[in-house]
C-alpha cells in the first residue's frame, strides 16, 4: 500500500506526458504512409491497446496463478480489478481497429483470425467480471475466476501467431523482439511514446483500483466488527 | 488530413476510455479513504492510512 501510493502519482504523470508527445507527434508531425494516407494515425492508439489487451490479460493469468498456488488475498483483488481496465482496453482495441479497418479494407468488421481471437479475449474479460461477481462468498468467486482466467490464457497465444497460423487480412506484427522493426523510425518513435504512455497509465490506474479494493475490504471487516459486537453488547 | 472522421473517432475514444477509467479509480480511492477515515479514526493519524489500509 505504501509503495503503490508513492509509484501512483509518478505513474500517472509518466503516463500523462508520454501518451501526450506520442499522440501529438503521431497526430500532426508523424508522416502519413504511403499506401494508407493519414488512417496509419490510428495505429498510435490501436497498437497501444491491442498490447494493454494482450498484456493486461497476462498479468490477470499471473495474479490468478498466484491467488490459486499461494492463497495471497492481493492477488485476488489485483485479478478482480485488473478485469475491467483490460475489457477497456480491449473494446478500445476492436474499436480503434474497426474504425482503421473501415477506410482501409471497406468493412467495419471481417472474421479475421487477429480480430476473432481478440474478440474472443474480450468475452473472457467480461466471463471473468460475472463470474468473480456472481458467488455471495467472495473467496468462491475469486477462485473460479482465476481457473477461468488460466483457461483463458490459451488465447494469448493464439491472438500473438494467429497471423503467421492463418490466412488474414490483419497484416503480420511489424515489431518483434527477434528483428528489426519493419517500420521507418519517424513512426517508431511516437509509437514508442504512445504505448509506454498508455502502459503507464494502465499500471497506475490497476494500482489506483487495488488500493482502492484493499481500503474497502478494510471498511466491510470494520463494520462487520462492529455488527458482531453490538449483538454481544 | 484524409479519414479526418475516423481518426478523430479513434483518438476520442482513445482518450476517453483510459481518461474514464483513471476518473473512476481517482474518485474510488477518494469516497474509501474518506469512509475509513469515517469508520476508523485510527487511519486519520499521520503515516497511518497505509498500515491500516492493509489486506485483512
Same mark, same amino acid.
Given at each position: 500500500?505504501?509503495?503503490?501510493?508513492?509509484?501512483?502519482?509518478?505513474?500517472?504523470?509518466?503516463?500523462?506526458?508520454?501518451?501526450?508527445?506520442?499522440?501529438?507527434?503521431?497526430?500532426?508531425?508523424?508522416?502519413?504512409?504511403?499506401?494508407?494516407?493519414?488512417?496509419?494515425?490510428?495505429?498510435?492508439?490501436? %497498437?497501444? =491497446?491491442?498490447?494493454?489487451?494482450?498484456? &493486461? *490479460?497476462? +498479468?490477470? /493469468?499471473?495474479?490468478?496463478? !498466484?491467488?490459486? @498456488?499461494?492463497?495471497?488475498?492481493?492477488?485476488?483483488?489485483?485479478?478482480?480489478?485488473?478485469?475491467?481496465?483490460?475489457?477497456?482496453?480491449?473494446?478500445?482495441?476492436?474499436?480503434?481497429?474497426?474504425?482503421?479497418?473501415?477506410?482501409?479494407?471497406?468493412?467495419?468488421?471481417?472474421?479475421?483470425?487477429?480480430?476473432?481471437?481478440?474478440?474472443?479475449?474480450?468475452?473472457?474479460?467480461?466471463?471473468?467480471?460475472?463470474? %468473480?461477481? =456472481?458467488?455471495?462468498?467472495?473467496?468462491? &468467486? *475469486?477462485? +473460479?475466476? /482465476?481457473?477461468?482466467?488460466? !483457461?483463458?490464457? @490459451?488465447?494469448?497465444?493464439?491472438?500473438?501467431?494467429?497471423?503467421?497460423?492463418?490466412?488474414?487480412?490483419?497484416?503480420?506484427?511489424?515489431?518483434?523482439?527477434?528483428?528489426?522493426?519493419?517500420?521507418?523510425?519517424?513512426?517508431?518513435?511516437?509509437?514508442?511514446?504512445?504505448?509506454?504512455?498508455?502502459?503507464?497509465?494502465?499500471?497506475?490506474?490497476?494500482?489506483?483500483?487495488?488500493?482502492?479494493?484493499?481500503?474497502?475490504?478494510?471498511?466491510?471487516?470494520?463494520?462487520?466488527?462492529?455488527?458482531? +459486537?453490538?449483538?454481544?453488547? | 488530413?484524409?479519414?479526418?472522421?475516423?481518426?478523430?473517432?479513434?483518438?476520442?475514444?482513445?482518450?476517453?476510455?483510459?481518461?474514464?477509467?483513471?476518473?473512476?479509480?481517482?474518485?474510488?480511492?477518494?469516497?474509501?479513504?474518506?469512509?475509513?477515515?469515517?469508520?476508523?479514526?485510527?487511519?486519520?493519524?499521520?503515516?497511518?492510512?497505509?498500515?491500516?489500509?492493509?489486506?485483512?
Amino acid at each position: 500500500m505504501r509503495l503503490s501510493g508513492a509509484l501512483v502519482p509518478w505513474l500517472a504523470a509518466g503516463a500523462l506526458v508520454l501518451t501526450a508527445i506520442g499522440l501529438v507527434w503521431g497526430l500532426f508531425f508523424a508522416p502519413a504512409d504511403w499506401q494508407q494516407g493519414d488512417a496509419v494515425r490510428i495505429m498510435y492508439i490501436h %497498437v497501444p =491497446a491491442a498490447w494493454l489487451a494482450s498484456a &493486461g *490479460y497476462a +498479468a490477470l /493469468a499471473l495474479c490468478s496463478a !498466484i491467488s490459486l @498456488v499461494w492463497r495471497h488475498p492481493l492477488a485476488d483483488l489485483a485479478a478482480v480489478e485488473i478485469g475491467p481496465v483490460g475489457a477497456g482496453f480491449t473494446a478500445l482495441c476492436l474499436a480503434t481497429g474497426s474504425l482503421w479497418g473501415k477506410p482501409m479494407w471497406g468493412a467495419w468488421w471481417v472474421w479475421d483470425a487477429r480480430l476473432t481471437s481478440v474478440l474472443v479475449l474480450f468475452f473472457i474479460y467480461l466471463g471473468h467480471i460475472a463470474l %468473480v461477481r =456472481a458467488f455471495d462468498d467472495p473467496v468462491r &468467486g *475469486y477462485r +473460479a475466476g /482465476a481457473i477461468l482466467a488460466l !483457461i483463458g490464457a @490459451v488465447d494469448l497465444p493464439i491472438i500473438k501467431f494467429s497471423v503467421d497460423w492463418w490466412n488474414t487480412l490483419h497484416q503480420p506484427d511489424t515489431i518483434t523482439l527477434t528483428g528489426a522493426p519493419h517500420m521507418y523510425i519517424g513512426m517508431l518513435w511516437p509509437l514508442l511514446f504512445s504505448t509506454l504512455g498508455y502502459t503507464l497509465a494502465f499500471a497506475a490506474i490497476v494500482l489506483t483500483r487495488t488500493r482502492a479494493a484493499v481500503m474497502e475490504r478494510r471498511i466491510r471487516g470494520l463494520l462487520m466488527a462492529r455488527a458482531a +459486537a453490538q449483538e454481544q453488547g | 488530413m484524409d479519414h479526418l472522421p475516423f481518426i478523430a473517432a479513434s483518438y476520442m475514444l482513445g482518450v476517453l476510455i483510459p481518461g474514464g477509467f483513471a476518473i473512476a479509480a481517482f474518485l474510488r480511492v477518494g469516497t474509501a479513504r474518506r469512509r475509513l477515515a469515517a469508520i476508523d479514526p485510527r487511519a486519520n493519524r499521520p503515516g497511518a492510512r497505509s498500515r491500516r489500509g492493509g489486506v485483512s
